[in-house]
């Protein structure tokens, strides 16, 4: 399967400025899981801004009914 970057980055919920994985969801979904996080676009808008991708945060919102 080929990655459509341009078409990607159209949906891509990251709000980190300058990131270079925008619109590579392979490479930003590879990158969090190393670091032991979620990508962006499994968060609602309000909690991804806070940039803690981590599963503990994530948890949370499930647990709150946010997710």
């Known amino acids: 399967m080929e ?3 341009e078409e990607n980055k159209k949906s ?3 709000t ?3 990131c270079p994985r925008q619109g590579n969801c392979c490479a ?3 990158y969090h899981r190393v670091k032991g996080q979620l ?3 499994v968060f609602p808008a309000d ?3 806070t940039y803690d991708r981590s599963f503990k ?9 946010r997710v």
């Open 16 to 18: 980190y400025p300058g």
């Open 57 to 65: 945060h994530f948890a949370r919102l499930v647990a709150e009914g």
């Open 12 to 14: 891509c919920a990251c």
């Open 47 to 49: 909690a991804e801004k």
């Open 39 to 41: 990508p962006a676009c």
């Open 3 to 5: 990655c459509n970057q």
């Open 28 to 30: 930003c979904i590879r």
